[in-house]
């Protein structure tokens, strides 16, 4: 043997290796994310001993113009069977859904109340065939300084009860729950839209009513709760996570809030 031959068999079977390792490749790619199986996801009965439905609405809880809900009739009908539908307010009017993964879409309305927002649950037929639903609104039934008759704390917390035992009773298949999330209750302009005194208060316990008026639910229910992560240490929305106006989230806001959604539809997907 020579310091030659020896060098071209070393070569040879490192090739070798390669050549072994590169036969171990499956052929055709890798494969790309499957969309859910559609489910019926309202297929369950309104309790309309509790509540009537379609729920009533106060004086001034006009229709918001932020969307015409025909376009979300129309979205809905391209939809495949499987989609993710994530419905809300403006929080989710503005959230960029791929943030939360594929097979996303959504459908908010900036300025809705609750019941408007479970009045709308069925246009477009998307929940009878969705691979998930994501609830994610709540504080426009809060807010009655801006936009409805005025009631109580307790009686605002009571009907936000009540609303989502009426919901969850007709729910089936699989659902994430997002709470309600945090304002920055510090006074911003000299606009009162932005005075958000005591709310945190309001929504702690809007989501604790909420979890239980869920616990008996016949669907697949897993709640997205990231308040740990978007407040400050006085408990308020941090302001690098929202726009300037103490509700509305900015882009490090929503990586939280749709990171939190993203782990909890991973659960009811699983």
């Keep these: 043997m020579t310091a030659l031959g020896d060098a071209i068999r070393a070569t040879a079977t490192s090739l070798n290796t390669i050549a072994t390792a590169v036969d171990a490749i ?5 494969s790309g994310p499957v969309i859910p199986t559609g489910v019926d996801c309202f297929a369950g009965a309104w309790p309309t001993q509790i509540l009537p439905f379609p729920i009533g609405y106060a004086p001034n809880d006009t229709v918001p113009t ?3 809900l025909s376009y979300y009739d129309r979205k809905m009908a391209h939809c495949s069977n499987g989609t993710i539908m994530v419905i809300g307010d403006s929080q989710v009017q503005d959230m960029v859904g791929w943030k939360i993964g594929p097979f996303i879409e959504t459908f908010g309305v900036g300025g809705e109340s609750l019941r408007r927002c479970f009045n709308r649950l069925g246009r477009g037929g998307l929940i009878h065939r969705a691979g998930a639903v994501v609830l994610a609104t709540g504080v426009n039934e809060l807010a009655n300084f801006a936009y409805y008759n005025a009631y109580t704390v ?3 917390l009571n009907n936000i009860a009540m609303l989502h035992q009426c919901l969850a009773a007709q729910a089936t298949g699989k ?3 997002r709470d309600i999330l945090p304002v920055d209750e510090v006074p911003l302009t000299a606009n009162v839209s932005s005075h958000y005194a005591g709310f945190n208060a309001q929504i702690d316990s809007a989501n604790q009513r909420i979890h239980t ?3 008996s639910s016949p669907a697949r229910v897993e ?4 308040k740990a992560l978007m407040v400050d240490s006085a408990g308020n929305l941090a302001d690098a996570n929202h726009i300037g106006d103490g509700m509305h989230l900015s882009g490090g806001g929503e990586d939280i809030e749709c990171a939190s959604i993203k782990a909890a539809l991973s659960l009811v997907l699983a």
């Design 26 to 30: 499956p052929t055709g790619g890798g």
């Design 66 to 68: 932020a969307v015409d």
């Design 154 to 156: 307790e009686q605002k």
């Design 175 to 177: 659902w994430v729950i």
């Design 213 to 215: 008026a869920w616990a």
């Design 223 to 226: 709640f997205a709760s990231p």
